[in-house]
């Protein structure tokens, strides 16, 4: 697919508009630009440093994180229909964390619920990965299925750990709501504890975009210009995995991002993966701290979850790129 644009007019528009939704999501509330220009008073200083700001660049690197994954997926499944939601990668991390909540070591440090996402994205992704490799799951139809399949699997045993919490109604209610993904609350700590995984992505990704885009031109084309295929298949599951479980551990359940962002950027910038990874990353931090700021302001004082407005987006779009996809690959 050939770029419609140039990277650098796509760079410059997904930073603009980034800039953009970002002073729009610090700006629009009960406070107003009040927050912005009147920093002297003590409780619009707190309501800007130390609730809005930390919030916003919060779903911005988780957005950005799971576009990353998005497009690191469908380059590694050649699917562009391949997604961190749609192969079961989230529900894998979802079902890691609850567990850990569930035994109550989800609160005794910081790391055990990015390590368990980790470890789930990964056991998720690269079971699938395992799987796809034989012949029967070689059509992108039955890739969807296999994918759906392995969602199914993780998203019961998380039904059922919630189901034996019920009796203790916090418990439940934290799972429930995590679940449902939600940067309500969330400070300085959780910036902290993403931004790392989402620059080491943005790092571990340039040799691995390079070699994508050899790798879509057919497992023998790799091969004979010696991309080490098994290689590259275990570095791009464990950075696919890191963003995803950083995600996941900070924000819960958020689901299509990586599905929607990565087909509408491909659309005008085209399937080069050196630019496709960089540009995805800034347009899921647009659609995610954009999505973030409606579920808070809609309906306030009441504030819904940001995880439930993604879904309804991604749904029907995700049924039209199975209707496109069915169309061309006839499955």
Same mark, same amino acid.
């Given at each position: ?31 107003? =630009? ?22 916003? %660049? ?8 799971? +576009? ?7 380059? %590694? ?32 440090? $910081? ?22 490799? =034989? ?7 039955? /890739?969807?299925? %296999? ?8 998203? +019961? ?8 919490? /019920? ?20 400070? $300085? ?19 691995? +975009? ?23 298949? $275990? ?20 689901? @299509?991002?990586? %599905? ?54 991604? +749904?029907?779009? @995700? ?13």
């Amino acid at each position: 697919m050939r770029s419609k644009v140039s990277p650098l007019a796509a760079y410059i528009w997904s930073f603009s508009l980034l800039t953009f939704v970002l002073l729009w999501a610090i700006s629009w509330g009960p406070q107003g =630009w009040q927050l912005v220009s009147q920093v002297d008073d003590p409780l619009r200083r707190i309501i800007l440093w130390d609730i809005r700001l930390p919030r916003v %660049l919060v779903s911005a690197l988780c957005g950005g994180a799971l +576009a990353m994954a998005g497009v690191l997926s469908q380059g %590694l499944f050649r699917n562009p229909l391949a997604g961190p939601s749609i192969l079961g990668t989230v529900s894998g991390a979802n079902l890691f964390v609850v567990t850990t909540m569930f035994l109550g070591w989800g609160y005794e440090h $910081w790391l055990v619920q990015p390590f368990s996402a980790f470890i789930g994205a990964v056991l998720a992704t690269s079971l699938v990965w395992r799987l796809s490799t =034989w012949q029967s799951f070689q059509n992108p139809g039955r /890739l969807l299925l %296999l994918g759906f399949a392995i969602n199914s699997i993780f998203a +019961a045993t998380t039904t059922f750990l919630l189901s034996l919490s /019920l009796h203790e109604f916090n418990l439940s209610q934290s799972i429930l709501f995590w679940l449902m993904g939600s940067f309500n609350g969330k400070g $300085w700590p959780h910036v902290l504890m993403a931004l790392p995984w989402l620059l080491i992505g943005l790092w571990l990704s340039r040799p691995i +975009a390079r070699r994508l885009n050899v790798l879509n031109l057919g497992e023998d084309v790799a091969q004979s210009l010696n991309v080490p295929i098994s290689q590259l298949r $275990w570095q791009t599951i464990a950075v696919i995995a890191g963003l995803v479980g950083a995600s996941v551990a900070v924000a819960g359940g958020i689901s @299509f991002v990586g %599905l929607m962002v990565p087909h509408f950027t491909r659309l005008y910038l085209g399937a080069d993966h050196r630019h496709l990874v960089k540009v995805s990353c800034i347009n899921g931090m647009i659609l995610v701290v954009a999505a973030d700021t409606i579920s808070r302001t809609l309906m306030a004082p009441q504030e819904l979850q940001v995880g439930a407005i993604l879904s309804l987006i991604g +749904a029907p779009v @995700f049924v039209g790129l199975m209707l496109k996809e069915r169309g061309r690959h006839g499955f």
